[in-house]
């Protein structure tokens, strides 16, 4: 299920519709507060969420799901009208997995909704699913990061590089790299995506930061530590 929060009607309607044509359900909303008591309701496997809404901006909601036990965990796609840099940074540093900004294509916006379901359903298919780095354990299975035994929480995507760099130990992968495997081949980010996600990450780790590597000059790695 997907859940859809944006104010313009002929926007909303026309999203509804291809994501619907694509094949997924969807339902779409025009405010916070009935994405809320939807979510009371049914939990989606996606929320898209327009940044510019009446009453609770998409910023403070993001936080808000961001913040609560059962929601913290949903993959979540800012949608801006917005493309300065600033308004991007500040929707990834509050918990936010993907953006897409307007005017966007609907085949576009498919294959980017598409791509974070199929992160989500990778879990079921790693039976062994415990990865230690030095003082880190990643469970996929149970969606959790321990640091010296204490659990941390990351976002969606912030699980997603970690999983990744922490399964190839040593080898060094460039921002390119990582956008094409961690948000998928058709992100249409820049590099400093990247770059904000591993600045939280290494925030989120704190002690367990250190198995994070900047490789100067090419892009990051997670070193073998045993």
């Avoid at 993907?98 to 079921?124: I, Q, T, W």
Wanted: proline share 2%; net charge negative.
């Amino acid at each position: 299920m997907i859940y859809y929060v944006e104010d313009d009607e002929n926007i909303r309607n026309l999203a509804v519709y291809a994501l619907s044509q694509a094949g997924l359900e969807v339902k779409g909303f025009s405010s916070s507060r009935e994405l809320y008591s939807a979510c009371n309701t049914q939990l989606p496997d996606v929320v898209l969420l327009d940044i510019m809404l009446p009453g609770e901006d998409g910023i403070t909601t993001l936080r808000t799901l961001r913040s609560q036990n059962v929601t913290r965990n949903l993959p979540i796609m800012m949608i801006t009208a917005k493309s300065a840099e600033y308004d991007v940074v500040i929707g990834l540093d509050s918990g936010a997995d993907d953006y897409l900004c307007k005017p966007f294509g609907m085949m576009e916006l498919v294959s980017r909704v598409n791509a974070l379901l199929r992160r989500g359903d990778r879990d079921s298919e790693h039976p062994c699913d415990e990865i230690r780095v030095g003082s880190v354990m990643l469970s996929t299975s149970r969606r959790r990061v321990m640091v010296n035994d204490k659990a941390t929480y990351l976002t969606f995507k912030e699980f997603e590089l970690l999983r990744f760099l922490m399964s190839n130990t040593g080898y060094v992968f460039t921002r390119e790299h990582l956008l094409e495997s961690v948000w998928g081949w058709n992100f249409e980010g820049n590099t400093r995506t990247v770059d904000v996600h591993i600045q939280t990450l290494r925030q989120k780790l704190a002690e367990g930061a250190s198995i994070i590597e900047t490789v100067r000059g090419v892009g990051y790695r997670v070193r073998n530590e045993g």
